[in-house]
């Protein structure tokens, strides 16, 4: 399952996609699946250029939500607060 990171952005309400990936960046949950484009293949020659492709624009990215699903369930657990309390309820008859 993937979700766009702009719809990421809107459901967390962040103000914009740069402050989204931040914050994912920061948890180490950024990871999109679509990060650098794919250069199409040349007919005539063989080997890749020595120039890099620009990444994705934020916009366009794709968040990977199962590779990201343990680091989430992990940080997730940093804050999971149990209240146990132990009441007795008093019977009288």
């Not at 794919?38 to 366009?60: C, F, G, M, Q, Y």
Request: proline share 9%.
């Amino acid at each position: 399952m993937s979700l766009a990171l702009p719809h990421l952005t809107t459901i967390l309400a962040f103000d914009s996609d740069q402050e989204a990936d931040d914050f994912l960046t920061a948890h180490n949950a950024a990871i999109y699946t679509n990060v650098q484009p794919t250069l199409p293949p040349s007919s005539d020659n063989h080997w890749r250029p020595i120039v890099k492709a620009k990444p994705v624009p934020l916009h366009e990215r794709v968040w990977d939500c199962r590779k990201a699903h343990p680091i989430c369930a992990a940080g997730i657990q940093k804050y999971r607060v149990v209240d146990l309390k132990g009441q007795v309820d008093k019977v009288t008859g």
